[in-house]
């Protein structure tokens, strides 16, 4: 489809120009030496920008939530380092000033979608955005919540599809490969896949993000831990350091055949 | 069912204590004349808390967005003026104090259930919580985010089951009976049962509200608007002043043959 | 609500004419002793319709598939001992007529709701039909899926809401109880309500029960076993004997209170 | 991944070899002239298999049902005259007969999933089966509802991914791309994608179709009509025939690049 996407830039990388890029990074930030070793580890496999959570929203006030400010610096530092934009959650307002500081574009989670007051303060920011779907929401909502930030005056939006919540148990939720397509048609926004909050399931991450790439989506969002299993967070949907490389060299070859 | 329910005193309310309450009034407060009109009406007929929009979380950001403090404040002389406590909901942390000041309970809308910083700043008041189920979250999501006030220090908690998104397109939600004895007893919270929203049926209000109290619902809340073709939010659920009163009749009788 | 609807005569009971009826019995017919035992203590409580599964769909091919027509045949000459009508569930349209001659009332599953060869053969007898809301089913489907016997020219329909699937996983389904009143109101057919197969779960069947006669059910369905943790299908939400005997004798109060 | 499908053949086609192939045709077979002419634009594309409704499950009795035997011996001709295998549904068990002398493989339609007497009539014979999987049916269900075929001596199975039902509005259901990879991981069957009944919407096929191959379907099923606008049924979905040849050439193509 030839469509009039509004590529977005963070850093010097540019998401929805028909070239699609790789996000990848820790679930969460859990100490310096990790997130070297992640980052170094995806600089050299050809990803584009740098992930890793410091305020964890989690269904359980007694899970992990993060390091907070703390990790926000080290993911600054560590960017720096090597010289990868980062990307970051941020789940309140007062979290945005920090983050602004700190990050080269901000993550609205799914659970914050319907967040509206997050949104309209987002929208009054000129940082680029990474608009998670709600587990909840339709196609149509998602744009809607896009729309609280374009009506504050920010429209530099890219769209993070990462599963929907339906009766099927095998999968965490279920990718909606459908919604790529369309949210790039109908709201003109760059769209990336997340397959690993979709799926929840290693072995689908591979066979996941193909399907994203040949549905037309602008980029793949990827977890990598150093040793998945002892991961503070996600660890089941976790690629390991060596399995992130050969699915990254798999996915920029599917990209440049395109 | 004989069961250890934690009671919730709400000015000179109690919910929870086997005497199903009432909560009614208008979705949004829109002028001082219909919330006086509705306030004179909902006590004559034997409500004991009067809710009123101030705040109002809206799929798309050129909707009705409410009248904010200055609704609240209405909201309050209404309440004072007519001796009954109220009720109003609260979106972002920066509202909780006005509205601390205005109402006397406090209410967390379905799409903030899984807004985790809302829930611990509100952990941190002792102010009555009206924790609405998110529409597509599961039993243990909702009582994992009471805990997430619990763990602040808050236990004043009220449930309000609301409907859950499904497949079904006849009805705006599904209202999952179920959860009303499981939410009880499993979480030990009251459990309010909101028709309105669950169904979006004006139609449907009353065999909810019978079901609700039949499976154990400590109380129902109803929207009610003095003209509901002319409301500016949620009309085509909401009852007319004689409409309520004839169901509110109804709702309390069966109350008493329990 | 004063509703227009066509009641159905089943032996010696009327469905439909605004006194609900009780249905009960086993999940299968295991054997003649326990069918017997199950069967006098309905009849002492006041059910007015013996229920038995001799065709049992499953959706694994290597569990108990029901006794066929041996199991259809006890249940005639049980239903006849102890003189009370007997529903009976139908697979495929060869089971018809064996179950005709033996059953007073036929049931359609809710895994046969869409099976539209059987329902237009079932559309051609003059049975009374028992038709389960699909678990995948809009109302709108279940009301076409009635219109396939009304087009064969048998209109002797009853429906049951049995639940249908959602994220919930706390329950085996969720009840839609809002289907009961919109059912009644748009197809004009009685409904009753089966909270056994609705909620998976023994501790519910009360408040669910409770519920959908508050909601306008036009009769409810148990399920009941001599010792439900022996049964061959469906243990976990039967009631046992004495269980049966207390809830039949609330449901029956109620009822007479409306 | 290197998996052990079992492959299955169809006429002279071979299905879960690594290499997928394409079904192709109408809906419903209307006519002889349409039917022809679908079938020389689909053989000539480079579609291995035509497929054609006869007995058709509508929702409701008032819809086209199909030509049955008529369409049936229809199909049967002009897939000889052209020399190329057809596909068709059967919906009852006496369907299967007359099925068996006129087509190469039948179909299990997605309604039919759980109708577990036409699934053990057919497990009896040794023609290849096309099950799709029930809209509302998990991938666990759909495995085992292939054992009826399978305990009944019948291995010959493809599975067909025809999308879900879930909350989303803007497609008719939710293709559940991540159920190809699975039900071949864990069921072993070959795994075709239908993306017209995923969908609905013809602008989506393409994206999908893609993704499904990309995912590791073994094969894709579409609708083709000569008049997309004037179709008796699904319409909407179908592709015309040039929008047919231009789709095809590009999922071949992307198959070799595999």
């Given at each position: 489809?030839?469509?009039?996407?509004?590529?977005?830039?963070?850093?010097?990388?540019?998401?929805?120009?028909g070239n699609p890029i790789l996000i990848a990074g820790p679930c969460s930030v859990e100490n310096v030496g990790m997130l070297r070793e992640v980052a170094r580890a995806v600089v050299e496999a050809g990803v584009s920008i740098l992930r890793g959570g410091s305020?964890?929203?989690?269904?359980?006030?007694?899970?992990f939530q993060g390091l907070g400010l703390e990790g926000l610096k080290l993911l600054h530092s560590v960017g720096k380092e090597?010289?990868?934009?980062?990307?970051?959650?941020?789940?309140?307002i007062h979290q945005?000033?920090?983050?602004?500081?700190?990050?080269?574009?901000?993550?609205v989670g799914a659970r914050n979608m319907h967040n509206f007051s997050l949104l309209s303060a987002l929208g009054k920011t000129d940082m680029p955005i990474l608009l998670k779907r709600g587990f909840m929401?339709?196609?149509e909502e998602w744009l809607m919540a896009a729309e609280y930030l374009v009506k504050e005056g920010n429209d530099r939006i890219v769209l993070c599809e990462?599963?929907?919540?339906?009766?099927e148990t095998w999968t965490r939720n279920t990718l909606d490969i459908s919604a790529v397509p369309l949210a790039r048609m109908l709201?003109?926004?760059?769209?990336?896949?997340?397959?690993?909050?979709?799926s929840g399931r290693r072995d689908l991450l591979e066979p996941l993000s193909l399907a994203g790439l040949a549905a037309g989506?602008?980029?793949i969002m990827l977890e990598v831990h150093p040793d998945p299993d002892k991961a503070l967070s996600d660890g089941g949907q976790s690629l390991s350091i060596p399995e992130m490389k050969k699915l990254v060299f798999k996915l920029l070859k599917q990209s440049e055949n395109k």
């Amino acid at each position: 489809m030839n469509l009039d996407i509004r590529s977005v830039t963070v850093g010097d990388v540019h998401i929805g120009t028909g070239n699609p890029i790789l996000i990848a990074g820790p679930c969460s930030v859990e100490n310096v030496g990790m997130l070297r070793e992640v980052a170094r580890a995806v600089v050299e496999a050809g990803v584009s920008i740098l992930r890793g959570g410091s305020f964890k929203p989690r269904t359980s006030p007694y899970s992990f939530q993060g390091l907070g400010l703390e990790g926000l610096k080290l993911l600054h530092s560590v960017g720096k380092e090597f010289n990868i934009p980062v990307v970051t959650e941020v789940m309140a307002i007062h979290q945005i000033e920090p983050a602004m500081e700190h990050a080269d574009m901000l993550q609205v989670g799914a659970r914050n979608m319907h967040n509206f007051s997050l949104l309209s303060a987002l929208g009054k920011t000129d940082m680029p955005i990474l608009l998670k779907r709600g587990f909840m929401a339709t196609i149509e909502e998602w744009l809607m919540a896009a729309e609280y930030l374009v009506k504050e005056g920010n429209d530099r939006i890219v769209l993070c599809e990462r599963g929907i919540r339906t009766f099927e148990t095998w999968t965490r939720n279920t990718l909606d490969i459908s919604a790529v397509p369309l949210a790039r048609m109908l709201g003109g926004y760059p769209v990336i896949v997340d397959p690993c909050h979709a799926s929840g399931r290693r072995d689908l991450l591979e066979p996941l993000s193909l399907a994203g790439l040949a549905a037309g989506a602008d980029g793949i969002m990827l977890e990598v831990h150093p040793d998945p299993d002892k991961a503070l967070s996600d660890g089941g949907q976790s690629l390991s350091i060596p399995e992130m490389k050969k699915l990254v060299f798999k996915l920029l070859k599917q990209s440049e055949n395109k």
